[in-house]
């Protein structure tokens, strides 16, 4: 699910929260993360053992021209998130260090907060035909056929057509 900078990890804490049994997997950027550092101490207060956090790091808001982050400057996001309270905070610089390090979080049943750094460079992607409102509800079925739970009372089960942008 797509969701706004700077929200990816609260929600992926709420998920880990509501739904225990369940792992969960928040996949985030260091320009989102940087928008929200605050996300990391309610993590570390918290700790759902259900919860692993990755967050790409290209060192720039690419999406914006490539004006670097400030990963770029020596700021330390494992380091944040070592002090935020998250024991297992890791940075990892090679494909073979991210193997193991996503292995062992998907081993452990504590929370995991994993830097992986990548050269910038995104491809050129076509826009999503979606709109945000339609994404929302795909998801909370998803996660209510998935989990045999109920999220929302009375959501729709399809979005009207005229209520989906083209």
């Not at 967050?55 to 670097?68: F, L, M, R």
Request: one cysteine or more.
């Amino acid at each position: 699910m797509r969701l706004m900078m700077g929200a990816v990890i609260p929600a992926g804490l709420g998920l880990a929260t509501a739904l225990p049994a369940t792992r969960v997997i928040a996949l985030d950027t260091d320009g989102s993360l940087l928008l929200n550092l605050g996300a990391l101490c309610t993590v570390g207060a918290l700790r759902p053992r259900n919860l692993t956090i990755i967050v790409v790091d290209n060192e720039c808001y690419e999406s914006i021209g490539g004006t670097p982050s400030h990963t770029a400057n020596g700021t330390d996001l494992a380091a944040i998130a070592h002090g935020a309270g998250i024991k297992h905070a890791t940075t990892t610089h090679t494909l073979d260090e991210f193997r193991f390090a996503a292995s062992s979080a998907m081993n452990r049943d504590e929370t995991t907060f994993i830097v992986a750094k990548v050269a910038a460079g995104a491809k050129d992607l076509p826009a999503m035909a979606m709109d945000g409102l339609e994404m929302k509800y795909r998801f909370i079925r998803y996660i209510e056929d998935t989990q045999g739970v109920r999220v929302l009372e009375g959501a729709p089960q399809k979005m009207p057509a005229h209520m989906i942008s083209k």
